[in-house]
């Protein structure tokens, strides 16, 4: 199990160990994102996620944010959460999204400055680490 920091408050939320596979697959999921999970994101402390960038991502004001990671960590509201690099850090806007019957999570409003001053590329995979909950979570993102 795992523990993270649940921001204002002093109490932790146990987020289960992730089941690892040998391999390293990608998934496309219906709304777009492509998520990678593999053996060292079981290494991170907190909950975490990696992003293949695509070009949309890359050069464009949107990512999409993976949904089940949405669901299970963060709250079902438009909330800013801020982004930490080594080149600083940024607020983005992360916005809910109803589709049919899903509700699926996007990183808009400040996402595009984060993604050019941080020169992000197509093909490049992002880990973002989640380091605070709460009303601003905190994401630090690395590149691998």
């Known amino acids: 199990m795992e523990t993270v920091d649940h921001g204002d408050s002093n109490q932790e939320i146990v987020a289960p160990q992730k089941e690892v596979e040998s391999h390293v697959p990608i998934e496309k999921t219906d709304n777009g994102y492509e998520s990678i999970e593999g053996p060292d994101l079981d290494s991170k402390k907190n909950p975490s996620f990696k992003i293949l960038l695509q070009q949309a991502y890359a050069k464009k004001g949107v990512m999409c944010f993976p949904t089940e990671f949405f669901h299970k960590h963060m709250k079902n509201k438009r909330q800013e959460v801020e982004m930490e690099t080594v080149e600083g850090v940024w607020t983005v806007s992360l916005l809910p999204h109803m589709k049919r019957t899903r509700t699926f999570a996007r ?20 880990v973002f680490e989640l380091t605070r909950k709460g ?6 993102i690395n590149r691998q």
Do not use: I, M, R, Y
Request: hydrophobic letters at 35%.
């Open 107 to 126: 990183l808009s409003k400040g996402w595009s400055e984060f993604a050019k001053a941080n020169h992000f590329k197509t093909g490049e995979t992002l």
């Open 135 to 140: 009303d601003c979570p905190k994401f630090v």
